[in-house]
């Protein structure tokens, strides 16, 4: 488990870690996207276990073909993947 803040998206300065088994925070730098000051931080947290099981699938689904195929493709790490992807669908900066 990677509970210290590591770089996902350099590009985006965007900025993950994991809490528990199914709980991670994500932040990233706002690009002017949003109603908010241009560089301030937004933090979002998400906790897989919020969500139903049809949810997880139509998030991995936006992203892979199924949430069978993001496990298979992410081993290990499918979790923290869908947790990312799930800050990027509703952070509001993407």
Known sequence: MITDWVCT???NEQYG???SETRFEFKEKNRGLL???EDEIIEFGVDLSDYSEKELYDVARTYYGS???LKEQCGDSWQWILAECI???ES???
């Open 87 to 89: 800050f990027e669908q």
């Open 17 to 19: 870690r994991q809490l």
């Open 67 to 69: 949430l069978d195929e």
């Open 92 to 94: 509001g900066l993407y």
């Open 9 to 11: 998206d350099l590009d």
């Open 35 to 37: 109603d908010y000051d």
